[in-house]
């Protein structure tokens, strides 16, 4: 079986593999080199898939003109010579064929604003027989000042595959995060029962800090909520971005520190326990939350430090929707059909719907999950947009998960790009797995049948959601394959077993039928 697997990640790898429309220049003047990012258009210029099988070029400096026309280039001064010219005045197509005619074999043009896609009109695709590629002017000042004495040059662009590590990493972080906060959920409502009935009954509807989803119209207006808030994100997202990131700071570090607690208790490490101020206090509860806040305090931060801050983002993140499992409970199926089937419309019409209505035709979800100011991340990989020059770092929301992709050979060219997830991917079924496995607890069903299958229901929804995600080149509403899949499946085995107006009730149904039952009583008391 692991062969199998193996084998069957392997061919989709090898054959997955995409010509991305970001290439390598390799620069050098015969004992050092360097290389910088370009901009090329896959379907208009071919490039090598390899250094080693790229061509040298000499390079010619002429970025003091725009090679709109022919005047004052000589007849061989380009010949068989790779020139850069700049950006402007004229469109690419014309700037490739007067540099093709004065016999250059490759123009590069160097930009001083973004870099976007190269294009023209489909009469001059055919007609430009050289590589054509945008770079940077400051990379071109760079490697001016690198390589003083002349430069020769080389073009390759090696296939990317879609297949990404990144991709089986989020994999492995969503399943990992939904089956631990499951759960944790179904532990602590085993040692709430286990408590005795005084603490059951001292909550109706939760125990303790927990809270409970029990009623539809709460379900209503907690969806409606939160599309209020999508909308309001959507237009005042500079003033809001630092009400949900300081937020954010306070909940991911009380979440960070119960999930410590939590650790600490199943490994047995002692509290340590002393008196300070007439209270008790534990010496491994105030280290812990000074792990936590000063986790949450070095993320807020350096934010935006994109080379290694997403691991603290994630670790974060995946606190908090480990707490958030465990903490907020949805009390029966019915519950949950009525609050994921309300987030699958939520979720397909702030992603595929919105697009019509919004000036830039991007959707709003998108638009508020990456910032108004993103673009690398947005595009579906037919166009790629770089900037020309240093940006400064834009604020984004800390709502997703992100994984930089390792096989984006040019990222530290061009850019880091990384794959993401929502969180509410991973806790809006997180919390139908929990309740199934607060029910296996109800039930005492063996082997926690229902919490197996919807955890691995959700990692097939996981695995569908990726692979429409490849083949569409778009990002999906994740939640549009796996509530299909945790709520198909964990109803199936529920109507298997016989127990579906059980596992429809949930933590009602035992209290709805001791009441039907002393109805019946006193009617036929009465009778």
Same mark, same amino acid.
């Given at each position: 079986?692991?062969?199998?697997?193996?084998?069957?990640?392997?061919?989709?790898?090898?054959?997955?593999?995409?010509?991305?429309?970001?290439?390598?220049?390799?620069?050098?003047?015969?004992?050092?080199?360097?290389?910088?990012?370009?901009?090329?258009?896959?379907?208009?210029?071919?490039?090598?898939?390899?250094?080693?099988?790229?061509?040298?070029?000499?390079?010619?400096?002429?970025?003091?003109?725009?090679?709109?026309?022919?005047?004052?280039?000589?007849?061989?001064?380009?010949?068989?010579?790779?020139?850069?010219?700049?950006?402007?005045?004229?469109?690419?197509?014309?700037?490739?064929?007067?540099?093709?005619?004065?016999?250059?074999?490759?123009?590069?043009?160097?930009?001083?604003?973004?870099?976007?896609?190269?294009?023209?009109?489909?009469?001059?695709?055919?007609?430009?027989?050289?590589?054509?590629?945008?770079?940077?002017?400051?990379?071109?000042?760079?490697?001016?000042?690198?390589?003083?004495?002349?430069?020769?040059? $080389?073009?390759?662009?090696?296939?990317?595959?879609?297949?990404?590590?990144?991709?089986?990493?989020?994999?492995?972080?969503?399943?990992?995060?939904?089956?631990?906060?499951?759960?944790?959920?179904?532990?602590?409502?085993?040692? $709430?029962?286990?408590?005795?009935?005084?603490?059951?009954?001292?909550?109706?509807?939760?125990?303790?800090?927990?809270?409970?989803?029990?009623?539809?119209?709460?379900?209503?207006?907690?969806?409606?909520?939160?599309?209020?808030?999508?909308?309001?994100?959507?237009?005042?997202?500079?003033?809001?971005?630092?009400?949900?990131?300081?937020?954010?700071?306070?909940?991911?570090?009380?979440?960070?520190?119960?999930?410590?607690?939590?650790?600490?208790?199943?490994?047995?490490?002692?509290?340590?326990?002393?008196?300070?101020?007439? $209270?008790?206090?534990?010496?491994?509860?105030?280290?812990?939350?000074?792990?936590?806040?000063?986790?949450?305090?070095?993320?807020?931060?350096?934010?935006?430090?994109?080379?290694?801050?997403?691991?603290?983002?994630?670790?974060?993140?995946?606190?908090?929707?480990?707490?958030?499992?465990?903490?907020?409970?949805?009390?029966?199926?019915?519950?949950?059909?009525?609050?994921?089937?309300?987030?699958?419309?939520?979720?397909?019409?702030?992603?595929?719907?919105?697009?019509?209505?919004?000036?830039?035709?991007?959707?709003?979800?998108?638009?508020?999950?990456?910032?108004?100011?993103?673009?690398?991340?947005?595009?579906?990989?037919?166009?790629?947009?770089?900037?020309?020059?240093?940006?400064?770092?834009?604020?984004?929301?800390?709502?997703?998960?992100?994984?930089?992709?390792?096989?984006?050979?040019?990222?530290?060219?061009?850019?880091?790009?990384?794959?993401?997830?929502?969180?509410?991917?991973?806790?809006?079924?997180?919390?139908?797995?929990?309740?199934?496995?607060?029910?296996?607890?109800?039930?005492?069903?063996?082997?926690?049948?229902?919490?197996?299958?919807?955890?691995?229901?959700?990692?097939?929804?996981?695995?569908?959601?990726?692979?429409?995600?490849?083949?569409?080149?778009?990002?999906?509403?994740?939640?549009?394959?796996?509530?299909?899949?945790?709520?198909?499946?964990?109803?199936?085995?529920?109507?298997?077993?016989?127990?579906?107006?059980?596992?429809?009730?949930?933590?009602?149904?035992?209290?709805?039928?001791?009441?039907?039952?002393?109805?019946?009583?006193?009617?036929?008391?009465?009778?």
């Amino acid at each position: 079986m692991a062969r199998t697997l193996t084998f069957i990640l392997c061919f989709v790898y090898v054959f997955s593999l995409v010509i991305s429309q970001e290439a390598v220049l390799h620069v050098s003047d015969g004992s050092s080199s360097k290389e910088y990012c370009l901009v090329y258009n896959s379907s208009w210029t071919n490039l090598s898939t390899s250094l080693s099988n790229a061509v040298e070029y000499q390079l010619v400096n002429m970025t003091s003109t725009f090679l709109c026309s022919a005047s004052g280039v000589g007849p061989t001064a380009l010949m068989g010579k790779a020139v850069v010219v700049m950006k402007g005045d004229c469109d690419f197509s014309q700037k490739a064929l007067i540099a093709q005619d004065l016999g250059a074999t490759v123009i590069l043009i160097a930009s001083k604003t973004t870099m976007l896609t190269p294009s023209a009109n489909e009469t001059d695709y055919g007609k430009v027989k050289i590589p054509l590629a945008l770079m940077r002017y400051r990379d071109l000042l760079d490697a001016q000042q690198t390589f003083p004495d002349g430069m020769s040059v $080389r073009l390759y662009a090696p296939p990317v595959p879609l297949l990404d590590v990144s991709i089986l990493i989020m994999l492995f972080i969503s399943v990992f995060t939904v089956a631990m906060g499951a759960y944790w959920s179904g532990v602590s409502e085993r040692d $709430r029962l286990s408590a005795g009935p005084a603490v059951v009954d001292s909550g109706e509807k939760g125990s303790g800090s927990d809270l409970s989803l029990y009623s539809p119209l709460k379900v209503v207006i907690f969806v409606a909520l939160m599309s209020a808030m999508l909308v309001l994100m959507y237009f005042f997202y500079k003033w809001l971005v630092y009400v949900i990131i300081a937020v954010f700071c306070l909940a991911s570090a009380t979440a960070l520190h119960s999930c410590l607690e939590a650790v600490m208790e199943s490994i047995g490490l002692a509290a340590c326990n002393f008196s300070c101020l007439g $209270r008790a206090w534990s010496v491994r509860s105030l280290l812990l939350a000074a792990v936590s806040v000063s986790v949450a305090v070095v993320w807020g931060v350096y934010r935006n430090e994109d080379r290694w801050i997403w691991i603290l983002q994630d670790l974060l993140g995946i606190a908090f929707c480990l707490n958030f499992m465990k903490t907020i409970t949805v009390s029966n199926f019915k519950v949950c059909v009525i609050l994921l089937s309300l987030l699958v419309l939520y979720d397909v019409f702030f992603v595929f719907i919105t697009p019509f209505f919004t000036p830039d035709g991007e959707s709003i979800m998108v638009q508020v999950a990456l910032g108004p100011e993103s673009s690398g991340e947005k595009n579906g990989g037919n166009m790629v947009e770089v900037p020309a020059e240093p940006t400064a770092p834009y604020e984004k929301l800390p709502v997703v998960m992100r994984v930089p992709r390792f096989s984006a050979w040019a990222q530290n060219l061009c850019g880091m790009q990384f794959s993401i997830l929502g969180y509410g991917d991973i806790i809006v079924p997180g919390l139908l797995v929990a309740y199934c496995h607060r029910f296996d607890v109800w039930t005492n069903s063996p082997r926690k049948i229902y919490f197996v299958t919807c955890t691995i229901a959700y990692f097939f929804g996981m695995v569908v959601t990726f692979v429409v995600m490849i083949w569409s080149k778009m990002g999906q509403p994740a939640l549009l394959y796996l509530v299909p899949f945790t709520l198909l499946s964990s109803a199936m085995v529920a109507w298997r077993r016989k127990e579906m107006r059980q596992f429809w009730n949930g933590s009602t149904y035992e209290m709805e039928h001791q009441d039907m039952a002393v109805e019946e009583e006193n009617a036929d008391f009465h009778k």
